[in-house]
């Protein structure tokens, strides 16, 4: 029921920042734990970061630790995420996900996925 859509990708030099916005339709993410993974080209898909369904408690992937934050905005059904200090290894399709699932501590899977936006770092 719920669509996802993203925005914000594009390219930048390492060291840039950007902003990755996601807008939910069709139902309230509201009551869910939301959040981002992405996937490069040879690569298996990666958990980026997770919040919780208030906000109060987020998740993320080690690599980013430090330099991206999550955050959402439940009256206007939004995810987000902040990116700084990007490195080349950051590149990646980005997706948005709804009903995420955290097991031990890591970042594992979910139950609805936007289509994605490219995120592309130069050295």
């Known amino acids: 029921q719920v669509q996802l859509v993203e925005s914000g990708g594009g390219s930048v030099q390492a060291g840039g920042s950007l902003r990755l916005s996601c807008v939910a339709s069709?139902?309230?993410?509201?009551?869910?734990?939301v959040g981002w993974f992405r996937q490069a080209p040879g690569k298996e898909r990666e958990g980026v970061a997770i919040i919780s369904t208030n906000g109060g408690t987020t998740y993320y992937a080690d690599s980013v630790k430090g330099r991206f934050t999550v955050s959402r905005d439940n009256a206007k059904n939004t995810l987000y995420l902040q990116m700084n200090s990007l490195k080349p290894e950051d590149s990646a399709k980005y997706y948005c996900?709804?009903?995420?699932?955290?097991?031990?501590?890591?970042?594992?899977?979910?139950?609805?996925w936007g289509q994605g936006t490219q995120v592309t770092v130069s050295s």
């Open positions: 996900a709804a009903r995420c699932f955290v097991q031990n501590g890591a970042i594992w899977s979910a139950s609805y």
């Open positions: 069709g139902s309230t993410i509201s009551n869910v734990y």
